[in-house]
T-cell receptor, first 109, second 111 residues
Framework: LAKTTQPISMDSYEGQEVNITCSHNNIATNDYITWYQQFPSQGPRFIIQGYKTKVTNEVASLFIPADRKSSTLSLPRVSLSDTAVYYCLVGESWGKLQFGAGTQVVVTP | DVKVTQSSRYLVKRTGEKVFLECVQDMDHENMFWYRQDPGLGLRLIYFSYDVKMKEKGDIPEGYSVSREKKERFSLILESASTNQTSMYLC??????????FGPGTRLLVL
């Protein structure tokens, strides 16, 4: 399983864009990149998944360069409710996913 | 919406007791997973199942067993609970090329 490295924490103000970069140098050909969000005392929630280039949904965008050794989750115009831990995972999307420590994002007014 | 339910939100058990944690999903997913989450250690995979009656060990299977008799139900069993099994237990389900959907979690305290 490809190991991921992401910042431990990030602070932001409301209305700003937050970009979290995840490194996964040993990503395999069949691996997808998936991001989850977790609030305290709740299970993680899927945000976005991609294989290459750019993926966008109503919550976030995911940028993946051609070499796929890293990815960036972009949260546009964050609000206080976006304060959470964000996990970057790499693996075959149906199977074992390795959760790292995640990135604690704190949004303040 | 996918729904994953877990039998209890909070449980208190005594050392040596047998503990059953039940998980049910309503989306006909093939794969189901059990994780535990501890401060500073993140989520760790205990067991997963890719079909009825099939199971695979995750990263930390010691002290646990699982049962999958029906596609929608995946049970985690602590044969003899110990204090180091105090944790948040999270169940998830997912099909091929799909994401994992998590339940609300069961916070287990073993005294």
């Amino acid at each position: 399983l490809a190991k991921t490295t992401q910042p431990i924490s990030m602070d932001s103000y409301e209305g700003q864009e937050v970009n979290i970069t995840c490194s996964h140098n040993n990503i395999a050909t069949n691996d997808y990149i998936t991001w989850y969000q977790q609030f305290p005392s709740q299970g993680p929630r899927f945000i976005i998944q991609g294989y290459k280039t750019k993926v966008t949904n109503e919550v976030a965008s995911l940028f993946i360069p051609a070499d796929r050794k890293s990815s960036t989750l972009s949260l546009p115009r964050v609000s206080l409710s976006d304060t959470a831990v964000y996990y970057c995972l790499v693996g075959e999307s149906w199977g074992k996913l390795q959760f790292g420590a995640g990135t604690q994002v704190v949004v303040t007014p | 919406d996918v729904k994953v339910t877990q039998s209890s939100r909070y449980l208190v058990k005594r050392t040596g007791e047998k503990v059953f944690l039940e998980c049910v999903q309503d989306m006909d997913h093939e794969n189901m997973f059990w994780y535990r989450q501890d401060p500073g250690l993140g989520l760790r995979l205990i067991y997963f199942s890719y079909d009825v009656k099939m199971k695979e060990k995750g990263d930390i299977p010691e002290g646990y067993s699982v049962s999958r008799e029906k596609k929608e139900r995946f049970s985690l069993i602590l044969e003899s609970a110990s204090t180091n099994q105090t944790s948040m237990y999270l169940c998830a389900s997912g099909g091929r090329r799909e994401t994992q959907y998590f339940g609300p979690g069961t916070r287990l305290l073993v005294l």
